[in-house]
């Protein structure tokens, strides 16, 4: 079956640690995104990439850094930077992710918890 | 600027009600919107969305919803609730362009009496 998986599903970072979550789709889909999700505050975009080798910041970029060294493939890095991580995740990806409005898919999320 | 606005942030209804989630937006081209569903600890699931045409838009699960640009309006709406829809509810607006992004509303959590 397509889809878009993230692991872990639950995750626990010590203060000061970095930590990263996985984020994978077989749908051949072009672009790929970070969400934060926070109580009340609905989706915050952290990053997004259009292609292979290529990602931009989104509105809260501060403290995260990501990669994308295959089409399928967007891993998420949470540093030591950023000042509170405790959130769910989510990744999400889209065909034709340039000069269109393509409907976002989402994968079952990450919920990450510094102790 | 760009923003969602969902006014209701929690609204419970009878199992057998109607429903009707409110959205409004504010967006400088013309708009692509969306409705997604998020049942707790869980991703986002696409509703229904709307990118031209008719402005009566179906989706699944037996919610629709209506795009009225005169009152940059989008809300969904369902005539008979079932308690299996109880779940949060995120209406989302984008434009196309390069970068494909979404601007998301806060969510409306909906209960389902029995």
């Known amino acids: 079956d397509g889809g878009i998986t993230q692991s872990p599903k639950y995750l626990f970072r010590k203060e000061g640690q970095n930590v990263t979550l996985s984020c994978e789709q077989n749908l051949n889909h072009d672009a790929m995104y970070w969400y934060r999700q926070d109580p009340g505050q609905g989706l915050r975009l952290i990053y997004y990439s259009q292609i292979v080798n290529d990602f931009q910041k989104g509105d809260i970029a501060e403290g995260y850094s990501v990669s994308r060294e295959k089409k399928e493939s967007f891993p998420l890095t949470v540093t030591s930077a950023q000042k509170n991580p405790t959130a769910f995740y989510l990744c999400a990806s889209t065909f034709k992710g340039v000069g269109t409005t393509d409907t976002q898919y989402f994968g079952p999320g990450t919920r990450l918890t510094v102790l | ?114």
């Open chain 2, 1 to 114: 600027a760009q923003s969602v606005t969902q006014p209701d942030i929690h609204i419970t209804v009878s199992e057998g009600a109607s429903l009707e989630l409110r959205c409004n937006y504010s967006y400088g081209a013309t708009p692509y919107l969306f409705w997604y569903v998020q049942s707790p600890g869980q991703g986002l699931q696409l509703l229904l969305k709307y990118f031209s045409g008719d402005t009566l838009v179906q989706g699944i699960k037996g919610f629709e919803a209506e795009f009225k640009r005169s009152q940059s309006s989008f809300n969904l709406r369902k005539p008979s609730v079932h308690w299996s829809d109880a779940a949060e509810y995120f209406c989302a607006v984008g434009g196309g362009g390069a970068t494909n992004k979404l601007i998301f509303g806060t969510g409306t959590l909906l209960a389902v009496q029995p």
